[in-house]
């Protein structure tokens, strides 16, 4: 509207107005002057000012705090008597209470329905709406507030954000309830112009905050991406843990994390291996355990459904994520979880899904010790960002350790071929056709070792039963070959000491590679002066255990480091894997030039196995 519009619009209301026909046209004059010049003037100059106060909220505030301050600035302006701000939750389809000025939290109602309430309207509708007799109002839910607060009128206002910072297109996310305790109030046109235009303005601080949001979470990955192109451009190759242990500290200001672990998930959805875990020694899942997804309903409902989206008092099911918000109370966490969420002071559970192809195959869990709420779309992605990151990173790591691993037999195939090739110059084949019998049977073995090595690019092979003592003795005869046809004849190898059977439970092409590099660090370990590698398996209690000692002395100060696995030789992260992964434990003892290393694995059934 210009000036002379609103100039006529007063004239001629003056002019038809009864009261005013006796009045002199100068007094009019003055009249219409005073209103523009004055009531005007101050009323545009409060509006500005209010809409000044809005914008200049800080938007690195959290969202809630952001709410609430805008609501006190629009109660102020208004003369509302208190306020309530809700936001849609497309998860339970339901309007979810985000804040409240001058109205205690409780008294407000946690989750109305989309349909047939108010501030539902209001979003679907995209409009201010008056109620100028909430007793009346059938659409008015809360009617614990009207005889609590003496509320009696209401004007909802929408809440929106611009489009072009919102993935799916909406731009109506909730609605703000003003109240007054005024009954069969009047709501002029201009009263609702008025607080509709404050709400347009808190969206631009929202708006301003998720800008800020997604700059920080697009440096977050930036630091992210860079971190793992540092530790792939390192000549040690990638390990997981410590890949962990310098991407943690990016997430604190999204999540305060107490601990993190990374799942892989089979084919069929029914199982789950933790594949890595940070720190190590702070969480309840073991490091290479496969845990059946039937028995852990927070798994179950992530990666199978069985329960409707929407926001539990305990626990929250989003199409990206499950969050337990409570731990100690929800119903989906195991006795075994409550009960390290209690020691550990646990206090929210996020579980994330990683696709491929629209299907589950990595699990992320978060413990944190913050009570969260929910998480924004922003933050999901961050954490699955960082998630496909560690995938990429996992897949990495085996490869290195499966080219670690491809010397052993690659050095016995060409170390036997070479004998084979010797024996086959003799005179009288006759003589040597065992001989030459039992090195093409190494050939083929290793052979095939190195075709299951390039193969078996996803997994270590399935579990059997297998002998322990009788794996040991025949990839000690192997290093035994490999040392002969290396040419260190100052190593001593006397026959093992084996009890047999030792029977335990694991994959065969896992269990031979644990001994390989277990023989191939002891055979290094020994100095040119001379010295020896001898080979014990035994029994002790339900464990199975492989003794390997060697003449050759860790340092003193690398002692502690190598028992707690902190270690920079792939081999040796290798043989620490495996054993926690098959629920065994790892001892090494140091003397007088001697090193003992021991790993022990439980028994099977049947051999003294507990359980």
Sequence with gaps: MSQQDID??????????????????????????????????????????????????????????????????IIESLGADGASIRMIDPVSQSMVFRGSCKIPPSELIPYIPIEDSVSGQVVRENRAITVSSLASDERFKNRDIILKQGFHSLLAVPLRIPRLLLPRGEEVVGSIQIFFREDNKRFAPFHVLHADLLARRLSFVLAKRRILILERINACKERIASAIFEKLSNKEGIKLKNLFVSLVPMLEEYLHIKSWSLFSISKDLQFIRLEAAYPIDATYHKIGYTYTVGNHPYFRIVLTGGE??????????????????DPLRSELVTPGIREFAEKAGIHSILV????????????????????????????????????????????????????????????????????????????????????????????????????????????????????????????????????????????????????????????????????????????????????????????????????????????????????????????????????????????????????????????????????
């Design 8 to 73: 006529h619009s007063i004239q001629e209301f003056f002019s038809e107005h009864p009261t005013f026909l006796s009045v002199p046209k100068e007094d009019l004059d003055d009249l219409v002057l005073w209103i523009k010049e004055v009531c005007l003037y101050t009323g545009l100059q409060r509006i500005i000012e209010e809409v000044d106060a809005i914008m200049g909220i800080d938007p690195t505030l959290d969202e809630k705090a952001i709410l609430e301050k805008a609501a006190d600035r």
């Design 308 to 325: 409707p989206y929407g926001d539990m008092p305990f626990h929250r099911i989003d199409p990206a994520y499950l969050l337990i918000k």
């Design 352 to 611: 994330v899904p990683l696709k491929v192809a629209g299907i589950p195959r990595y699990l992320m869990v978060f413990a944190a010790t913050e009570q969260k709420e929910s998480f924004s779309l922003e933050e999901i992605e961050l954490l699955t960002f960082l998630g496909k990151e560690i995938m990429k990173a996992s897949r990495l790591e085996f490869l290195d350790d499966l080219l670690h691993d491809f010397k052993n037999p690659a050095i016995a195939i060409a170390g036997f071929a070479s004998r084979a090739k010797k024996v086959l110059q003799s005179e009288n084949l006759e003589d040597v056709r065992k001989k030459l019998n039992d090195y093409l049977d190494i050939i083929i073995r290793e052979t095939g070792r190195l075709q299951d090595l390039a193969i078996t690019f996803g997994a270590e092979g399935r579990e059997e039963l297998l002998d322990l003592a009788a794996i040991a003795r025949e990839r000690f005869m192997m290093n035994e070959m490999a040392i002969q046809a290396s040419g260190k004849s100052f190593i001593q190898l006397p026959y093992p000491e084996c009890q047999d059977p030792l029977t335990v439970y694991c994959p065969r092409f896992a269990l031979e590679r644990v001994i390989d590099n277990l023989l191939s660090n002891a055979t290094k370990a020994v100095p040119e002066t001379g010295g020896i590698i001898a080979m014990k398996c035994y029994r002790e209690g339900n464990m199975a255990c492989l003794s390997l000692r060697n003449t050759g002395e860790i340092p003193a100060d690398k002692i502690e480091e190598v028992r707690a696995g902190n270690v920079k030789g792939r081999g040796l992260n290798i043989i620490y894997r495996f054993v926690q992964a098959n629920h065994g434990k790892v001892d090494i003892h140091c003397g007088e030039n001697e090193t003992v290393f021991v790993i022990k694995l439980p028994l099977s059934a049947g051999e003294g196995r507990q359980g």
